[in-house]
């Protein structure tokens, strides 16, 4: 039985090595795996969430002019 990429639903190869495999190779695929465990990773992981927060208000203070 295939497994489908969760992101394009193109099917996936079978791999020995990584069976659990829920995302193909493709640039936005692993984009969207990024995101995914981004978003896992900030909603469980208070510690993670501030640093992230502290990194965007850094990143805001050094390009005021941006917005």
Do not use: G, V
């Not at 990194?55 to 390009?63: H, I, T, V, Y």
Request: with cysteine; aromatic share 10%.
């Amino acid at each position: 039985m295939a497994d489908f990429c969760q992101h394009c639903n193109k099917a996936l190869p079978t791999s020995k090595k990584n069976p659990k495999q829920k995302f193909c190779n493709t640039k936005d695929c692993q984009k969207a795996r990024k995101r995914q465990w981004q978003k896992a990773k900030r909603n469980s992981d208070p510690a993670y969430r501030e640093n992230q927060n502290c990194a965007n208000r850094d990143w805001q203070d050094r390009n005021p002019d941006y917005w």
